[in-house]
């Protein structure tokens, strides 16, 4: 079993749609969660930075985080064509600083 | 505040050859991380760097190595290079790597024929 499991899609969502994106893992040790965009041919751009469980907004981002279940997200609102791109989750054990990646989910939006 | 530099950005080198990558964290960032993004493994990571010391390492062979330098600027080299070599590296830097956020470079994608 991956420590982290990423739906990759593809998934295309007309512009203003809400996206959820969604990441699983299985180690329990993980206790910081985070997203990255990456545009094609580009590194992988920090959205959103998450300590233990709960939510935090960033403009039109959400992300929430869910120990118990093992389970994080991110919502997108008002999705712009802008917002096209491959978002990664990422985690991290307390105490180490190696990211755990997802495979990434390839979002496009569709004006 | 200028962002993470990795160069080259671009590199096509022949099996058997080496390669040195360099990456040049953000001003007052001590943990240099690298990672090599493939489109069937993903992002997988190689090795973590704080204050010139080598503090994690990722599964991958010898030939892959790292050091970091005084000012906090680092370099990876590849040795022996193979076909599976092929992959974009991407550099992060963070203040102090545990329990702060990463940024990333926008990687050196080499190709090896």
């Known amino acids: 079993q991956k420590e982290v499991e990423q739906d990759p899609g593809p998934l295309s969502v007309p512009e203003g749609a809400i996206v959820s994106l969604n990441c699983t893992y299985s180690?329990?040790?993980?206790?910081?969660f985070m997203w990255y965009r990456q545009y094609s041919r580009k590194g992988p751009e920090l959205l959103m930075y998450?300590?233990?469980?709960g939510n935090k907004e960033d403009g039109r981002f959400t992300a929430q985080v869910d120990k118990s279940s093992k389970y994080i997200s991110l919502f997108i609102r008002d999705s712009q064509p802008s917002d096209s791109a491959t978002y990664l989750c990422a985690m991290r054990r307390g105490g180490s600083e190696k990211l755990v990646f997802g495979k990434g989910t390839k979002l496009t939006v569709n004006p | 505040k200028a962002g993470v530099t990795q160069t080259p950005r671009y590199l096509i080198k022949t099996r058997g050859q080496q390669v040195t990558l360099s990456c040049s964290p953000i001003s007052g960032h001590r943990s240099v991380s690298w990672y090599q993004q493939t489109p069937g493994q993903g992002l997988q990571f190689l090795f973590e760097y704080f204050s010139e010391t080598q503090r994690n390492k990722g599964n991958f062979p010898g030939r892959f190595s790292g050091r970091q330098f005084s000012n906090s600027r680092s370099e990876m080299n590849v040795s022996t290079l193979e076909l599976g070599d092929s992959a974009l590296y991407l550099c992060a830097s963070s203040v102090t790597g545990v329990g702060t956020e990463a940024f990333f470079g926008q990687g050196t994608r080499l190709t090896v024929v």
């Open positions: 180690n329990s040790a993980f206790q910081y």
């Open positions: 998450t300590y233990s469980s």
